[in-house]
Every structure is written in structure tokens, then in C-alpha cells.
């Protein structure tokens, strides 16, 4: 079965820092893996995702992530923080190329300080 | 431009009411989706669909219902077998190859 950790459910940074929020996945095959941004009383908007091309995928908004299988990771980056990437932010994982179910994990809020 | 609508953004249900939220989408996406969003949970499955007149359980579908009489349309209904339904349902749509793509959300409060 397929499952998605995310280390910290909070996560405070100052504006300009480096923004690092953590995704561990599992799953039984090679997974697709999603990363989501919510702003509040929104629905998700898709930021970047991985589908077994280059390890190193780029989105929007400046973030990208790296995928690590021998870790099982898939850590969301962002080298200067500003202050609208304030949201909540979720890793998903599909064995099935997100056309079928996609597993979400419990998110972490992000806090930009002045 | 293309996109899901789900409507009313804030629904309030009284006791032992049934109540339905609605999801269209202009996508083309075979593939449908609602999610129960409460806090500190990340997203949960209701219900998905796959194709037109067909559907099937997630994770967390006692005391809700939904049809999928077009391709365009998702609806849920919250029923009074739902004991705990105040939360934000989010529903999405996908295609092959793609992620979800969302609405905006309903707030369903019971009061």
C-alpha cells in the first residue's frame, strides 16, 4: 500500500531563507509524486510532480524537489522564502500515475516571518 | 477556461438534514474525486468515480452518497448518517498522466 509521511506539521522560516519542507514516501512500486500548496479556504493547487523522469523536478513559484529512492524521499526546496509561500503544502503519492486514487499527506503549514 | 466549480462555498445543515454539494467540471476528466479536509488530517477519500454511471468507496465513505449521471457532474450528499460532517469537502477532477486538479472547496458546518 501506498503511504506519504511528512516530517513537521508546522514549519516557520525567516523571508529570504531557505525553505525546505520533508516527504517520505512508501510504495510498492515505482511511485508519482505530487506536491500541493493550499492557501487558506482554497482548494490544492498542483506546485510540481515527479513521474520517473528526472530526478531533480522543477515547479512553480521557484520550488522544486528531489527525488531519492534509496531514501524514499521526496523534499520540497525553495532557496529564498517569501512571504506569499505562507500556506500549507502536501505530499501525495499514486502507484498509478495519479489517475487513480492518490494518497495525500497531513500536510505542513508554512510561516514566513519578516 | 477549464476548470472545477464547486458550489455553495459555506453550507450550513441542521440536525438530522440531508444535504448535497455540488461539483462540476469542464475538463474533460474521466476520472472524479471527494475529499473530507479536517484540520491537522490531511485529505481523505470519500468517494471516486472512473467513468460515467460508476463509482466506488474510499477510505471514509459511511454516511455519504454520490452519483455520476454525467461526466461533467461529481455530486455528494452529506446524510443525516454522517454524525460528524462539519469539515471542508474538496472534490477533483484527473486524467491519465496528470494530478488532481481541485475546486475550491465547500465548508459544510452543522449547526
Known amino acids: 500500500a501506498q503511504s506519504v509521511t511528512q516530517l513537521g506539521s508546522h514549519v516557520s522560516v525567516s523571508e529570504g531563507a531557505l525553505v525546505l519542507l520533508r516527504c517520505n514516501y512508501s510504495s510498492s512500486v515505482p511511485p508519482y509524486l505530487f506536491w500541493y500548496v493550499q492557501y487558506p479556504n482554497q482548494g490544492l493547487q498542483l506546485l510540481l510532480k515527479?513521474?520517473?523522469?528526472?530526478?531533480l523536478v522543477k515547479g512553480i513559484n521557484g520550488f522544486e524537489a528531489e527525488f531519492k529512492k534509496s531514501e524514499t524521499s521526496f523534499h520540497l526546496t525553495k532557496p529564498s522564502a517569501h512571504m506569499s509561500d505562507a500556506a500549507e503544502y502536501f505530499c501525495a503519492v499514486s502507484e498509478s500515475g495519479g489517475y487513480q486514487k492518490v494518497t495525500f499527506g497531513t500536510g505542513t503549514k508554512l510561516q514566513v516571518i519578516p | 477556461d477549464g476548470g472545477i466549480t464547486q458550489s455553495p462555498k459555506y453550507l450550513f445543515r441542521k440536525e438530522g438534514q440531508n444535504v448535497t454539494l455540488s461539483c462540476e467540471q469542464n475538463l474533460n476528466h474521466d476520472a472524479m474525486y471527494w475529499y473530507r479536509q479536517d484540520p491537522g488530517q490531511g485529505l481523505r477519500l470519500i468517494y471516486y468515480s472512473q467513468i460515467v454511471n460508476d463509482f466506488q468507496k474510499g477510505d471514509i465513505a459511511e454516511g455519504y452518497s454520490v452519483s455520476r449521471e454525467k461526466k461533467e457532474s461529481f455530486p455528494l450528499t452529506v446524510t443525516s448518517a454522517q454524525k460528524n460532517p462539519t469539515a471542508f469537502y474538496l472534490c477533483?477532477?484527473?486524467?491519465?498522466?496528470?494530478?488532481?486538479?481541485f475546486g475550491s472547496g465547500t465548508r459544510l458546518t452543522v449547526v
Open positions: 515527479y513521474t520517473s523522469a528526472a530526478t
Open positions: 477533483a477532477s484527473s486524467s491519465p498522466g496528470y494530478g488532481y486538479t
